[in-house]
Antibody, heavy 119, light 107 residues
Framework: EVQLVESGGGLVKPGGSLRLSCVAS????????MTWVRQVPGKGLEWVGL??????????DYAAPVKGRITISRDDSKNTLYLEMNSLKMEDTAVYYC??????????WGQGTLVTVSS | DIQMTQSPSSLSASLGDRVTITCRAS??????LKWYQQKPGKVPNLLIY???VLQDGVPSRFSGSGSGTDFTLTISSLQPEDFASYYC?????????FGPGTKVEIK
């Protein structure tokens, strides 16, 4: 069974930093492209960024609103995906989901972790 | 970046109604389109990928069609559990943009 479990969310002050983790199981993580999606409570889904598998270069791509403030990384030895967020703004308050990224096939999502940016 | 639009933004329908939601891309995305259903407080649930392929376990009353820039999600006979928000997402290129969503409510 595929499982993605996010952690690391919480309350952080504007300008602060946070690192989210996503532990994967039930599929070959090292072959998977992985993505982060966020959702402001009550609003729509927003793609945050992705990281390719190492065999595809392990490169990253980010959405414009977060580019320069976030870093997505992976540790295939730990089956773990990370999202490092810096210079956090109130508008970054959202539930953050990790998910597998597949252009034309099934994807899997974690349960999400809430990040609240507030003073 | 590819922009995704959806229409309508919300709709009211009755049980048994046929419901159609439209998604349009700002440029051709071939068939790289997914549809998700999301209920309040829940994780988005993949319904359809590659524009028309039904995810395992999704009821056959859901169907997807289209290619290029225009896509449709159809619910052939609305059931109580279908009242939710629906999002399209293009997976042709990055950023993998989502549509703004369509909320299906009970009439």
């Amino acid at each position: 069974e595929v499982q993605l479990v996010e952690s690391g969310g919480g309350l952080v002050k504007p300008g602060g930093s946070l690192r989210l983790s996503c532990v994967a199981s039930g599929f070959p993580f090292n072959n998977a492209w992985m993505t982060w999606v966020r959702q402001v409570p009550g609003k729509g889904l927003e793609w945050v960024g992705l990281i390719k598998s190492k065999t595809h270069g392990g490169t990253t791509d980010y959405a414009a609103p977060v580019k320069g403030r976030i870093t997505i990384s992976r540790d295939d030895s730990k089956n773990t995906l990370y999202l490092e967020m810096n210079s956090l703004k109130m508008e970054d308050t959202a539930v953050y989901y990790c998910a597998t990224d597949c252009r034309d096939c099934v994807d899997y999502w974690g349960q999400g972790t809430l990040v609240t940016v507030s003073s | 970046d590819i922009q995704m639009t959806q229409s309508p933004s919300s709709l009211s329908a009755s049980l048994g109604d046929r419901v159609t939601i439209t998604c349009r891309a700002s440029q051709s995305i071939y068939s790289y389109l997914k549809w998700y259903q999301q209920k309040p407080g829940k994780v988005p649930n993949l319904l359809i990928y590659a524009a028309s392929v039904l995810q395992d376990g999704v009821p056959s009353r859901f169907s997807g069609s289209g290619s290029g820039t225009d896509f449709t999600l159809t619910i052939s006979s609305l059931q109580p559990e279908d009242f939710a928000s629906y999002y399209c997402q293009q997976t042709y290129s990055t950023p993998r943009t989502f549509g703004p969503g369509t909320k299906v409510e009970i009439k």
